[in-house]
């Protein structure tokens, strides 16, 4: 069974320019969920992808965006990056067959703005 | 809206003892999910231990156990036999039942000294 992946591991951005982040979910998953995670803070939610449609929304403004595409991978995309997006980036997959709706999480991209 | 609070920052152990993590939790809802996580050095956002709401035993995992109180909206973290390994940060995470994103708390650091 192949776990969650992400790339890249980490990458560093100007302020205003623009990023995207890959999510491979695990094998037989199609959820994907993204969160963001300040230094020192736990994850909050960005948004969900549930077989390729936006299944729920945090509070992030809408230069956050998102894809899953047909094989339940994923990506993010921040538009106009400012110096606050600077965190880890985590996806996770699930699926609502499994006990518990149990997140899988990815080792996550380390964003960093100047 | 759901809020997860862990109130102890940082905790330290020796080696081989036994340590509990606090979390507390607010909701309306009566069925949902909670959830501990850790986090080593490496990012990489395990899960320990879960509990369903609707179950009154307290779910055990080897040496980590929970002390779920539901009337209290209290859901503890007991690691028995504190090993090196252990060290990282733990994150208490809600879930409402169904495939909705999780609720973190801000996290405990917990070191584990020889």
């Known amino acids: 069974e192949t776990g969650v992946t992400q790339s890249p591991t980490h990458l560093i951005k100007t302020r205003g320019q623009q990023v995207t982040l890959r999510c491979s979910s695990q094998?037989?998953?199609?959820?994907v969920s993204w969160y963001q995670q300040a230094l020192g803070q736990g994850p909050q939610f960005i948004f969900q992808?549930?077989?390729?449609?936006?299944?729920g929304r945090g509070n992030f403004p809408p230069r956050f965006s998102g894809l899953q595409f047909p094989n339940y991978s994923s990506e993010l995309n921040v538009n106009a990056l400012e110096l606050d997006d600077s965190a880890l980036y985590l996806c996770?997959?699930?699926?609502?067959?499994?006990?518990?709706?149990?997140?899988?999480f990815g080792p996550g991209t380390r964003l960093t703005v100047t | 809206a759901q809020t997860v609070t862990q109130s102890q920052p940082e905790m330290s152990v020796q080696e081989a003892e036994t340590v509990t993590l606090s979390c507390t939790y607010d909701t309306s809802e009566s069925n949902y999910y909670l959830f501990w996580y850790k986090q080593p050095p490496s990012r990489q956002m395990i899960l320990v231990i879960r509990q369903e709401a609707y179950k009154q035993q307290n779910a055990t995992e080897n040496r980590f156990s929970v002390n779920f109180q539901k009337a209290a909206k209290s859901f503890s973290l007991k690691i028995s036999d504190s090993q090196l390994g252990d060290t990282a940060m733990y994150f208490c995470?809600?879930?409402?039942?169904?495939?909705?994103?999780?609720?973190f708390g801000k996290g405990t650091r917990l070191s584990v000294i020889a």
């Open positions: 992808y549930y077989r390729e449609e936006e299944n």
């Open positions: 094998s037989g998953h199609n959820t």
């Open positions: 996770a997959s699930s699926s609502p067959g499994t006990v518990s709706y149990e997140q899988y």
């Open positions: 995470a809600f879930m409402n039942s169904g495939n909705t994103p999780l609720v």
